[in-house]
Every structure is written in structure tokens, then in C-alpha cells.
């Protein structure tokens, strides 16, 4: 009998050792998700055009930011024929750490055929 009751005890002082560890765990790991920065675009790129109703044709611009990311868009803002007279816009788009838009403004705008001046952005 004692032999089975240490063996009860064992198993009960396992048991409560493994579940605080196992959520210890999986917490820490939904902390520390952080997404990748492909994800990050993909979903900057679909937020946006979601927002504005415009598609999002590429990303100039990528880095990270004090509390997040901070991308510039290029957007398609008025299809023309022919396609190289149509209306481009670049927005500079800002994202949370964990991709979330937290806002945009449209900072240029120009013809998709237009190359830009020298010296201007």
C-alpha cells in the first residue's frame, strides 16, 4: 500500500509540475508572436486597399518604427487607357507592432509614365 500511494503522489506532483509549465509556455509564445515582416506587408497591403477601395500595386518603402512599421504604398488611384496615363498616389501607411493599421495619408501623387524630377522625392 505505500508503495502505491508514493506512486499516487508521484504522479499528482508530475502532473501539476507539467500544466503550469505547458501554460507558461504557450503563453509566453503568443507574447513574443511578433509577425514576419512579409506578413506584415501583405496585410498592410490588404488593409489599405480594404480602407481606400484602390488597389495596392507595390510597397516602395519598409521599415521598422519606434511602435510598429512604417511603409510607403503605391496605389492605383484612376485607371486611364492608355496605362501609362493613369493616376498613381503614394500613401505613407503606419502599422502596430503586430501589423494592425493604425493610420495612412496620401503623400504624392503622379502618372504612372511619370518619372520623378531631380531633386524632388
Known amino acids: 500500500m505505500t508503495n502505491t500511494k508514493s506512486t499516487s503522489d508521484s504522479q499528482e506532483s508530475q ?33 489599405l486597399a480594404e480602407l481606400t477601395g484602390m488597389t495596392a500595386e507595390s510597397v516602395s518603402s519598409f521599415e521598422r518604427a519606434e511602435e510598429g512599421w512604417a511603409l510607403e504604398v503605391e496605389v492605383l488611384e484612376l485607371e486611364r487607357v492608355p496605362d501609362t496615363m493613369s493616376l498613381m498616389a503614394s500613401y ?4 502596430d507592432d503586430e501589423g494592425q493599421l493604425t493610420g495612412y495619408r496620401r503623400v504624392r501623387r503622379y502618372e504612372r509614365g511619370r518619372a520623378d524630377s531631380r531633386g524632388s522625392r
Do not use: G, I, Y
Not at 509540475?17 to 490588404?46: F, G, N, Y
Open 15 to 47: 502532473q501539476s509540475s507539467q500544466k503550469p509549465h505547458t501554460d507558461q509556455k504557450s503563453q509566453s509564445s503568443q507574447e513574443s508572436h511578433r509577425p514576419k515582416p512579409m506578413e506584415v506587408l501583405r496585410e498592410a497591403r490588404a488593409q
Open 92 to 95: 505613407q501607411v503606419e502599422l
